[in-house]
């Protein structure tokens, strides 16, 4: 989902600063909680796997040019489940940050855009889970519907700023709308691999449960809310 250089440019680029700045004071909020709930040492744990694991998706799983951007098997709803909202962003912030300074540093002028595509989808994923997972449930009991309807926000969320992105820096053009309509069809097909991974991931969460107390994932993870 990186957005590509020269889709959007000159003073186009502070809207991005903006948006990047509003996610970051989210972010920060959500760590707050994380804190309250688990201790200092718990988010930094988790936000350092979580940017371990971003950094990874970007850099080491395959990856492809299309249309306006690139498709990124983004787990982001995996992220959430194991780690929580506050820890997941700080992790797909600073994995996002590693990867373009070490290895795509012509993406560096476009880190605010591609930040805030990826958080704000991940924050609106957090809303739509507290209304569509029960209180009494804990999130390695998650059914089949329920992480696709997750996967599907988030993935959805991020073609839909994608798409902002690049009408808002090149405009309504026949073009742009095409190059857009190709990243969307190809970016849903990470809607169906990403449940998959989530429950593969949960149901090997539900095996270990030595985690519950170790501090390394979110407690809702093994505690009904």
Do not use: C
Not at 5 to 33: E, M, Q, R
């Amino acid at each position: 989902m990186h957005i590509e250089p020269g889709i959007v440019n000159g003073a186009k680029l502070l809207l991005s600063y903006g948006t990047a700045a509003a996610a970051g004071g989210l972010t920060l909020k959500f760590a707050a909680d994380s804190v309250r709930a688990g201790g200092v040492a718990s988010l930094g744990a988790r936000a350092a796997l979580a940017a371990v694991a971003t950094f990874g998706f970007f850099q080491v799983l395959p990856h492809y040019p299309v249309g306006v951007s690139e498709v990124h098997l983004i787990l982001g709803s995996t992220l959430f489940l194991i780690f929580g909202a506050g820890p997941a962003a700080i992790g797909l912030a600073m994995g996002l940050l590693a990867q373009g300074l070490f290895f795509a540093p012509a993406d560096l002028p476009q880190y605010g855009m591609n930040l805030t595509t990826l958080l704000i989808p991940l924050f609106g994923l957090h809303m739509l889970a507290k209304r569509l997972i029960a209180p009494g449930t804990a999130y390695v009991d998650l059914e089949y519907r329920q992480v696709l309807a997750l996967s599907a926000a988030y993935q959805g969320g991020i073609v839909a700023w994608v798409a902002f992105w690049a009408v808002y820096g090149q405009g309504f053009g026949a073009e742009t709308l095409a190059s857009v309509g190709m990243f969307g069809a190809a970016y849903m097909t990470v809607v169906l691999l990403e449940p998959l991974v989530d429950l593969g991931v949960l149901a090997g969460a539900k095996a270990l449960r030595g985690l519950k107390d170790s501090g390394l994932v979110t407690p809702r993870l093994y505690s009904a809310a």
